[in-house]
């Protein structure tokens, strides 16, 4: 057994070389791209030099400092009165003090950003410039030029500015971003943990990513090495063009943990565009509430597959009314653009030109139908618009009238108005309480609802609701879609089980 040893220590010895030399050898048949892509480095000594630094100052209020009241003789006076009163600077303050009162002090901060025209514009990150009294660009040879703020979106989280070029500058052009594939290799670079400009390469890891950012979240996810810092930086790909603008991470830790994302070219070049022309953002508007279109308010509405924007309600003001455009009707494609989901309908929408006429395709009933739309105005107050479940209130009681759906239901009465704050606008059924163990409670329907429209088809009566919900059990249906209405008028639709 002893002698043994020595005998396999050195076959697993040689087993090791074996694979190693394996390995180098598979390494060396191996494609370049199989490493990574050769390029890096001349796309990198290309574009350097149109990567900045952006250094921004602040100026923070102090907060308060007041010495703590403290009784007579208390052991601890004499340490409070020497660090508020006695540590004093010059000025007879001590650091920020003066006279006893904390003043203002100064932050700093840095951030990336690219120059798009060799007139002096850059592109960077709202949040890199937001509040700042001071913005300075910082080129890579380390000149600093003061610059001015042109404008900002708040909503994609990019800012536009410029300064006076002190000599001839470097600019970089925007590719098509909806032309990268997953597993392209891009290139980020950037002013990480304020080290300067800084070079690092990854692949495409997603694209169209929402992660709740904003109404308009079409984000590139890379696994390139983007850490604090890179904010505002451009991501490249390997024909040096700008295919995005590294926005955020997630991260446990602040560093990169391989998951980057960045604002796409198609949506930054528009911002750009705009931003340079008027100083803001003039994008298109609808005028209608949407949300989701569910595998059971699709099964309602025979659309298969799954898709589009529901329509939940229509502004009386907006573009899509004149235009036909009612609740229930479910957008399929807008200018000529596929709309899979309500995030879709926004983006589209927002991008188009306003006081453009578009073709808005529909589905109402069954039937596709085409509607022209002339594009009004987002204004900065007006929000894109879900439909959301209303919270539940489980706290009125009221009196029944009849059950269908899990819900206790009543006729709308000048009584259940005044309790419910209904508006008189309001039409349909009034819901007075719902079992906790139902789809409707799932669904978050709660007392107060108004159920203005079964199937599509309007409704007076708790009878009319059960007449209706009847007739689709024995026409085999698994769900009802109910258009819901809360108290102020908003509408949404709802899909409960009926089986």
Do not use: C
Not at 336 to 349: M, Q
Not at 483 to 489: A, E, P
Request: aromatic share 4%; no cysteine.
């Amino acid at each position: 057994m002893i002698a043994a040893r020595p005998a396999l220590s050195r076959r697993l010895r040689m087993m090791g070389a074996a694979i190693s030399i394996g390995a180098a050898s598979m390494l060396s048949s191996m494609p370049a791209f199989a490493r990574g892509p050769e390029g890096i480095a001349d796309i990198a000594e290309k574009v350097i030099d149109a990567v900045v630094n952006i250094s921004t100052s602040q100026t923070i209020e102090a907060k308060d400092r007041t010495m703590p009241q403290l009784p007579p003789g208390s052991p601890f006076e004499e340490f409070f009165d020497d660090f508020f009163k006695n540590r004093r600077g010059p000025g007879g303050g001590k650091g920020g003090e003066k006279g006893g009162e904390f003043q203002p002090r100064k932050t700093n901060s840095l951030g990336s950003g690219f120059i798009v025209d060799t007139a002096g514009i850059v592109v960077t990150n709202n949040h890199v410039i937001a509040d700042a009294d001071e913005i300075n660009v910082i080129l890579n040879d380390g000149t600093k030029i003061k610059a001015e703020l042109v404008g900002v979106d708040k909503k994609t989280d990019l800012a536009v500015l410029k300064f006076k070029p002190p000599k001839p500058l470097v600019a970089v052009k925007f590719g098509d971003s909806d032309k990268i594939r997953l597993g392209d290799w891009v290139v980020a670079i950037g002013n990480p943990f304020s080290l300067g400009g800084t070079v690092t390469a990854g692949i495409v890891s997603a694209k169209n990513r929402d992660i709740s950012q904003g109404p308009y979240d079409s984000y590139i996810q890379t696994d390139a090495a983007i850490n604090r810092g890179n904010s505002g930086g451009p991501l490249f790909n390997l024909d040096g063009e700008v295919i995005g603008v590294n926005t955020l991470i997630i991260s446990p830790t602040g560093g990169s943990i391989g998951l980057g994302f960045a604002v796409p070219s198609k949506t930054v070049a528009g911002v750009v565009d705009q931003l340079q022309k008027f100083g803001e953002l003039r994008r298109g508007w609808l005028g209608v509430r949407i949300q989701q279109v569910t595998d059971e308010i699709a099964d309602s509405l025979n659309i298969k597959p799954a898709r589009g924007a529901l329509v939940a309600g229509v502004d009386d003001k907006g573009p899509a009314k004149p235009a036909g455009i009612e609740p229930g009707d479910v957008v399929v494609k807008f200018d000529g653009k596929d709309v899979k989901d309500p995030k879709d309908l926004s983006r589209v929408v927002a991008d188009t030109a306003v006081g453009k006429e578009v073709d808005v395709v529909i589905i109402r009933k069954g039937n596709e139908e085409t509607r022209k739309v002339t594009l009004g105005r987002l204004e900065d107050n007006e929000k894109v618009q879900q439909a959301n479940a209303k919270p539940k209130d489980d706290a009125a009681e009221k009196p029944v009238t009849q059950k269908a759906l899990g819900l206790d239901l009543a006729a709308l009465s000048k009584d259940l108005r005044t309790k419910y704050k209904i508006k008189d606008s309001v039409k349909g059924v009034v819901v007075t309480g719902v079992d906790n163990a139902s789809d409707a409670a799932e669904k978050r329907l709660s007392a107060g609802d108004v159920i203005v429209e079964v199937a599509q088809e309007a409704v007076s009566s708790a009878a009319d609701i059960k007449k209706r919900v009847d007739q689709l059990k024995k026409d085999g249906k698994k769900s009802v879609l109910l258009l819901v209405s809360n108290g102020d008028g908003e509408l949404r639709f709802v899909a409960l089980g009926v089986q």
